[in-house]
Every structure is written in structure tokens, then in C-alpha cells.
């Protein structure tokens, strides 16, 4: 279908936009929305961009995890059964701060790449998955990532090149030039990495800008069948960011992104809209194609937003089943896409989580 006939379904057939993605995602998952069980983890704060929005980012050498504290992360982690460790930390904050190239050279490494390499080898010794978000890397990098890790993931958040401008909410993140992303998101598809990309909504982009950006995305996995899910993420403003008094996006743009992704991304996609960002609307993101909440951790609080709590992971279930869907946990790997592990991957998932049934449908 076309640009144009997207952007009607939009200004003119809006229900009809929702019936559509609604019978998609019903035909394809029926009743079932999946969640992981995840540990989230934040490496380090330090970055070197700087998002309008962002209250993550820190310059504090001090925010780095070391080994032996995240050990004992992954200690309470197994204690509470998550089986997915969500690795998050700043962009290759080598290249803005000196301080994090002391730190790391403390570990024998030369980059972040290397550090979340060696944590992701204590995940996998452990019996449990890694999912790791390092922003924008090198093939190379992918490359060696792709053998310590279940699944990898870049937020394209817009393919728009406005946001880049002056007062936008990339001015001062370089490499958030939406070319740069596509461009790891491609590299992902040709060493056959299960990924995970998206979007974020209402940080200044427009209704065309999120056609194009899906457009974008589904013309690439298209080619590769690697991209295994998309985030629709909606803005929600921070304390003492340069966007704090920015509003958030209406519902109908959030609801509407929904239904885009499952309408334009075809079948193979799931389409992931996070719980805690949508508490008093769940239901009608599922209604408009979302078939998955993404990450719930029983214990980790969401970093990125840390002002959104998560939603009781049996209270969610209870919440669900009464208006007709199942919730059922899955792991950071799709079963489509298990084809694309190596073998030490594809044991821990059959040895420890196959009998346990924590498989998506």
C-alpha cells in the first residue's frame, strides 16, 4: 500500500484504520498478549548525546555497574524468575567522556561494546537471557554482540531529519540522524539478529513522519525478516530535562501509531505498546493491534521513565482475562526467530525454558 493511502486511512477512515489492525492482530495471536519477565539493568548513565527528553543520561563516572555488583543483581534476578536481563546503558560514552575511558580500561576493555560483552557472558553462564540496547554501533560490533546475546535492539524513535535541527529533541544527539540508525538496524538484518526497533511518539514529529518511519522499517525487514517486534513508546515528560513542560502525545496519536505498525509491518511483527505508559488504556491498545507489553520487571524499576511503576504482573492477568485476552510470558526471543541463534543460545532456551513453558505462541 502507499504513503497516501496510509495517510487517508488516518485524516479520513480512522475506524476503519482500527477495524483493520484489530482483525490483523486478532487473526495472527488471537486472544493471547504477550509480556517478558525481564531485569533491567542500567550499565551506565553516562552518554554522548543529549536528548531533549532524556533523564537518564548523567556525566557521573560513578554510574557505571561494576562485575561484581551485577552478580549480585543477577542473584536477585533468578530469585525472582525473570529470564530475560534488559542490558541499557548510554551511547559509547567513551567518545565524549574521559572518565568512562579510565573506567572501562579498569576492565581490561576498550569500549562499552566489550564491557557489555562480558556482562552478557555472566548471563549466559548463569542460565539466563541478555537483551542488550547499545545505541548506534558498527557492524563489527553487531557482530560480536550477536553470539552473547537473545535478541539486540535500536529505538529508531522518527526518521525525521527536523528533529535534528536547532531546539528540537535531537539537536544535541548526533546520532539520532535517523540514516545512521537505519543503517544498524540493516547491518542487524544481514548478520541475522532477532531485533527489536520502534518508535517514539510526540517528541515533535508528524503523523507523515510516523509513515515514513514504518514504511522505512518494513521495506528493510521485508528483506531481512529479522526485526521480530516494534515499540510504540510514548513521550512522557521529565523533571529537569529541556522537554519537561513539552506535552505528551494525544491518545488518538499514540492509539493510531498502533494501528499503523500492525497494518504497515505485515504479519511476521509483533507490536509492542508498554503497560506502565498506558495504564488506564491498555485494552485499547490491544484493540487498536498491539499484541505485546513488552518488558515487566517484579522487582526493577523502568529507568527510562522512572515515574512509571509496572502494573502487577498478576493484577495485569486478572485485568486482561476479564475483558476476553490471556497473558502469557515469552522469553526476548520470539520462537520464529530462535532459527537465528547460535547453539549455546538455543540449549539454555531448550534445557531451561522450553519445559517451563515460557513460550509464545
Known amino acids: 500500500m502507499s504513503f497516501d493511502h496510509y495517510l487517508s486511512l488516518l485524516n479520513n477512515e480512522p475506524q ?55 552478580k549480585s543483581l543477577l ?15 548510554g551511547e559509547k560514552p567513551e567518545k565524549k567522556h574521559a572518565t ?51 535478541s539486540l535492539g535500536l529505538m529508531l524513535e522518527s526518521s525525521s531529519d527536523h528533529l535534528l535541527d536547532e531546539g528540537e529533541a535531537h539537536y544535541h544527539s548526533p546520532t539520532k540522524n535517523p540514516k545512521l540508525r ?53 513521550f512522557n515528560p521529565q523533571k529537569g530535562t529541556p522537554m519537561q513542560d513539552y506535552p505528551p502525545p494525544e491518545e488518538k ?14 504479519s511476521n511483527v509483533n507490536i509492542q505498546a508498554p503497560p506502565n505508559l498506558n495504564r488506564n488504556r491498555i485494552v485499547d491498545l490491544l484493540n487498536f493491534g498491539a499484541n505485546d507489553l513488552g518488558g515487566i520487571s517484579p522487582v526493577t524499576i523502568d529507568h527510562i521513565n522512572p515515574n512509571m511503576t509496572w502494573q502487577e504482573e498478576s493484577q495485569l492477568g486478572k485485568n486482561l482475562e476479564s475483558v476476553g485476552f490471556l497473558l502469557k510470558q515469552r522469553l526476548p526471543v520470539y520462537p520464529p526467530y530462535e532459527k537465528y541463534l547460535n547453539k549455546r543460545i538455543r540449549k539454555i532456551i531448550e534445557d531451561k525454558y522450553r519445559n517451563e513453558e515460557i513460550i509464545s505462541p
Open 100 to 150: 568512562a575511558r579510565e573506567f572501562l580500561r579498569k576492565y581490561g576493555c576498550n569500549s562499552t561494546v566489550e564491557y557489555v560483552k562480558m556482562f552478557c557472558e555472566i548471563v549466559l553462564e548463569e542460565k539466563l537471557l541478555p537483551h542488550s540496547n547499545l545505541g548506534v554501533i558498527t557492524f563489527e560490533e553487531l557482530k560480536t554482540l550477536k553470539d552473547y546475546n537473545a
Open 16 to 70: 476503519e484504520l482500527q477495524s483493520l489492525a484489530n482483525e490483523k492482530a486478532r487473526k495472527l495471536f488471537g486472544q493471547t498478549i504477550t509480556y517478558s519477565r525481564n531485569f533491567f539493568v542500567p550499565i551506565t548513565h553516562q552518554c554522548r548525546n543529549r536528548c531533549g527528553y532524556c533523564s537518564f543520561v548523567s556525566d557521573d563516572v560513578k554510574s557505571w555497574i561494576t562485575p561484581d555488583s551485577f
Open 253 to 266: 496519536d499514540v492509539l493510531q501509531a498502533i494501528a499503523l505498525s500492525r497494518v504497515i509491518m505485515g
Open 75 to 89: 542473584e536477585k534476578a533468578k530469585s525472582v524468575n525473570c529470564s530475560e536481563i534488559l542490558l541499557t546503558l
Open 182 to 234: 537505519f543503517e544498524v538496524i540493516e547491518n542487524a538484518g544481514k548478520l541475522n539478529i532477532p531485533f527489536t526497533s520502534g518508535l517514539l511518539i510526540g517528541i515533535g514529529e508528524t503523523k507523515e513522519d510516523r509513515i515514513k518511519s514504518l514504511m522505512h522499517l518494513q521495506i528493510i525487514n521485508k528483506q531481512y525478516q529479522h526485526i521480530q517486534e516494534i515499540i510504540i513508546q510514548n
